[in-house]
């Protein structure tokens, strides 16, 4: 895999989002795309089978293993990872192209993943979901409905792990009330599109004729 850094400076700005399982990171996001324009989630790679409602090509890409290992070996990830006992990777080729045409881009990926891409693209924007408490994340957990009481336990020991990495993230919001939540991660993006490296290139020319 390629080692060099890219920089989303003249394009879109890539958002690296984590959570534990159950802090409702893929609801924020949800909401997040619906009321935002330009601004869209890379639909990752996965070897774990679909769950009810889901589509393929639209909620993952869903592949078996070999062809996953394949894609690995032919450095066609920006990261990949394995979580529980299934894979999931980024496809490098997809997030820049929508990067070079000025979309934002939003990956939903765990902890270990938002390091490699960190190294990449280091100016990228990351942003850690928390639940409110320990009890709360047992309860989203539990209301999904998807799980076994054997699989929400372990969940909840690896939420654990994942928390602890918290600190390396750019942003930290607390998803307790999710009107609240959304609005905070709302507030990142448009700060972002309002940093100087963002506006200097989309206010060129007006720049130019007011200090001409």
């Known amino acids: 895999m390629n080692k060099t850094t890219e920089t989303t400076v003249d394009g879109g700005t890539l ?100 390091r490699q891409v960190r190294k990449l693209f280091p100016d990228c924007r990351s942003i850690f979901i928390l639940p409110p408490s320990k009890a709360a994340l047992r309860e989203r957990l539990t209301d999904r409905g998807q799980d076994s009481e054997t699989i929400i336990e372990r969940r909840l020991r690896d939420a654990g792990d994942d928390m602890s990495h918290y600190d390396e993230f750019d942003f930290v919001v607390v998803n307790d009330l999710f009107e609240q939540a959304l609005s905070k991660l709302r507030a990142i993006v448009v700060a972002q599109r309002l940093s100087l490296s963002r506006q200097a290139i989309r206010l060129r020319k007006l720049i130019g004729e007011l200090t001409g």
């Open 15 to 114: 958002y690296v989002i984590s959570a534990p399982s159950g802090a409702g990171k893929t609801s924020l996001v949800k909401a997040l795309l619906d009321g935002m324009d330009d601004i869209e989630v890379s639909v990752s790679h996965t070897t774990r089978a679909m769950r009810p409602g889901e589509v393929d090509g639209k909620d993952y890409h869903f592949v078996d293993a070999e062809r996953f290992l394949a894609m690995v070996v032919d450095g066609d990830f920006l990261e990949h990872a394995q979580v529980f006992d299934n894979y999931y990777g980024t496809s490098r080729q997809a997030v820049q192209a929508l990067l070079k045409r000025g979309r934002d881009v939003i990956l939903e990926i765990d902890w270990q993943g938002a």
